[in-house]
Every structure is written in structure tokens, then in C-alpha cells.
């Protein structure tokens, strides 16, 4: 069993930066890709980045490469979003999750992913 939870949201101005943490309980996270994913109002739930289990691969959504940095240790169980750049379309819900078992690549999927936080919210000013 695995318990995620996120902070670190918060109001921002354009241009501006967060760091977001998901702090995650139980003896299997370090096998576990985790990822972000984020929702805005009346639009579906999108990856935001995702990274393997000993932090060697990711991947990111499009709209988030070159401003958005993800790491994780694993000493801490924890994972990171580095958010830079930002912009009012990242206004959402930011959600972690964490796969169930062991994965190679860090998927982009949501469906692939077991375990979910309660979200924090990310709301960026023009």
C-alpha cells in the first residue's frame, strides 16, 4: 500500500515558479515510476511528466518540456515538480501517482498508474 501526498500549490504570477513535493508512505515506492499529472475545469486529466523508479528516465508533456523539471529520492520517498516558466494554462490540480509495481519507463498513461494523491491546487496569475 502506498499513500501520496502532494504540497506545495499556490497562487503564482506569470513567469513565476513552484516547486511541488508528493511525499509517499509504504516500503514500495522506490520500485514505483511515479507522475504528475494535472486537471483544469471541464478538460480531461493530463500527464504533466513522469519518472522511473531510480529517477534515470523521463518524460514529459509537450507543453511542459524545457520549464518543468521532475526528480525524486528515493531516501526520502519523495518526488518533485520543478515548475518554471509559468503560464495560465498551467492553472489546474496537480495530482501525483505512483504505478504498483515495478516499470521500465515512466508511462505517460494515467491508467497505469495505482496510487493517487488529493491533488494541490496550482493557480497562475496573468
Known amino acids: 500500500q502506498v499513500q501520496l501526498v502532494e504540497s506545495g500549490g499556490g497562487l503564482v504570477q506569470a513567469g513565476g515558479s513552484l516547486r511541488l513535493s508528493c511525499a509517499a508512505s509504504g516500503r514500495t515506492f522506490s520500485r514505483s515510476s511515479m507522475g504528475w499529472f494535472r486537471q483544469a475545469p471541464g478538460k480531461e486529466r493530463e500527464v504533466v511528466s513522469a519518472?522511473?523508479?531510480?529517477?534515470?528516465?523521463?518524460e514529459f508533456a509537450d507543453s511542459t518540456k524545457g520549464r518543468f523539471t521532475i526528480s525524486r529520492d528515493n531516501g526520502k520517498n519523495t518526488v518533485y515538480l520543478q515548475m518554471n516558466s509559468l503560464k495560465p494554462e498551467d492553472t489546474a490540480v496537480y495530482y501525483c501517482a505512483a504505478t504498483s509495481g515495478y516499470t521500465i519507463v515512466p508511462s505517460r498513461y494515467d491508467a497505469e498508474y495505482y496510487y493517487w494523491g488529493q491533488g494541490t491546487q496550482v493557480t497562475v496569475s496573468s
Open positions: 519518472i522511473s523508479s531510480s529517477g534515470g528516465r523521463t
